[in-house]
C-alpha cells in the first residue's frame, strides 16, 4: 500500500494557503500600523533626489560607498569614505507611479511558490492519513523558515534594522501558521 501523498493530491492546500497568507498580508500591511514606521524619511530627502538624479542611475542595487574589488576595503581611501559615511545600499526602482497590481501579483506568485515547496516538504515527509497535528507541525517549520530566512539575512548582510526584521519575522510566523493550518485541515485521509 503506498502511504505517499503526491502533490496533485494537495493542490487545493497549495492554492487555499497562499490566498489566506495573501489576505492576511493584506490585513497586516494596510489595516494594521504597526508596519508604518519601517521606513524613515531623509531630512534632505530633495537633495539627495537631485543627487541621485544627477548621475541618472537605472533601476538596480547600488552600495555607497562602492568597492568592485573586495581587496579595496583595506585601502586608505575606502576606508576614510566608510569613516566618513554615509555607509549603506540603495535600491532603485523605474520611475513612475507605484504599480501594485504587478508587485501584489508578484507576491502572489511568491506565496504560491511557498505553499507549493512546503507542500513538496511534507508530503515527502508525512504519509497519507497523518493526524493534524503532525502535518502541522512540519508545514508550519516549513513555510515559516520560507517566510522568515530571507528576514535574518537582510538584518545580517544590507543592515535592515533588528526592530524591522523582528516584526516581519512575527508576520512569517504568523504565514507559517496559517499555512500549517490549512495544510493540516486538508491533509488527504
Given at each position: 500500500m503506498n502511504t505517499m501523498v503526491s502533490l496533485g493530491q494537495l493542490w487545493l492546500p497549495i492554492i487555499l494557503s497562499a490566498v489566506i497568507v495573501f489576505?492576511?498580508?493584506?490585513i497586516l500591511h494596510m489595516a494594521l500600523t504597526y508596519h508604518r514606521a519601517d521606513y524613515g524619511g531623509l531630512s534632505n530627502e530633495e537633495a539627495v533626489r537631485a543627487a541621485v538624479?544627477?548621475?541618472r542611475p537605472s533601476p538596480g542595487q547600488y552600495s555607497i560607498p562602492y568597492c568592485a574589488d573586495p581587496k579595496e576595503l583595506g585601502?586608505?581611501?575606502?576606508?576614510?569614505?566608510?569613516t566618513e559615511g554615509p555607509v549603506g545600499i540603495l535600491i532603485l526602482r523605474p520611475t513612475g507611479p507605484m504599480k501594485m497590481g504587478s508587485l501584489l501579483g508578484a507576491w502572489f506568485i511568491f506565496l504560491l511558490v511557498m505553499?507549493?515547496?512546503?507542500?513538496?516538504?511534507?508530503?515527502?515527509t508525512i504519509p497519507l492519513g497523518a493526524p493534524y497535528l503532525a502535518v502541522f507541525?512540519?508545514?508550519?517549520t516549513v513555510a515559516w523558515m520560507g517566510y522568515a530566512g530571507a528576514e535574518i539575512t537582510n538584518a545580517v548582510w544590507r543592515?535592515?534594522?533588528?526592530?524591522?526584521?523582528?516584526?516581519n519575522v512575527l508576520d512569517a510566523l504568523l504565514?507559517?501558521?496559517?499555512?500549517?493550518g490549512v495544510f493540516g485541515w486538508l491533509w488527504p485521509r
Open positions: 489576505v492576511a498580508s493584506s538624479n544627477a548621475g585601502s586608505p581611501e575606502k576606508v576614510q569614505l566608510f505553499s507549493y515547496f512546503t507542500a513538496y516538504v511534507v508530503s515527502r507541525r512540519i508545514a508550519g543592515s535592515q534594522p533588528w526592530s524591522v526584521t523582528w516584526k504565514y507559517g501558521l496559517l499555512t500549517a
